[in-house]
């Protein structure tokens, strides 16, 4: 079993950088691929960024460029840095673990953990 805790989301303005985390408790995230969705008031969860346990990453054409997910050596924790942020960012940030396979990715449905999110507002 593996908990996820999303932290670092916030106000920011447009322009600005942000860097949301995510760690895991109860295991390593070794053994998954992780990835980062979000969700906007009244739209669908949507892919964000994903990082294999190969560390290959793969992006949503619309962050492709100004967000990095990243994860640290010891497979504890994955990270999204978010640069040059716009209002069109603004949404719940979800970190989630699972095994999909690679023309599955960015499909939510493959994920097998997913943390309580973490809000990120974008002022104009």
């Known amino acids: 079993q593996v908990q996820l805790v999303e932290s670092g989301g916030g106000l920011v303005q447009a322009g600005d950088s942000l860097r949301l985390s995510c760690a895991a408790s109860?295991?390593?995230?070794?053994?998954?691929?992780m990835a980062w969705f979000r969700q906007a008031p009244g739209k669908e969860r949507e892919f964000v960024a994903a990082?294999?346990?190969?560390?290959?990453?793969h992006y949503a054409d619309s962050v492709k460029g100004r967000f990095t997910i990243s994860r640290d050596r010891a497979k504890i924790t994955v990270s999204l840095q978010m640069d040059t942020v716009v209002p069109e960012d603004t949404a719940v940030y979800y970190c989630?673990?699972?095994?999909?396979?690679?023309?599955?990715?960015?499909?939510?449905?493959?994920?097998?953990?997913w943390g309580q999110g973490t809000q990120v507002t974008v002022s104009s």
């Open positions: 989630a673990a699972g095994r999909p396979i690679l023309s599955a990715i960015r499909d939510s449905q493959m994920y097998y953990y």
């Open positions: 109860g295991s390593t995230l070794r053994d998954y691929d």
């Open positions: 990082i294999r346990r190969t560390s290959t990453t």
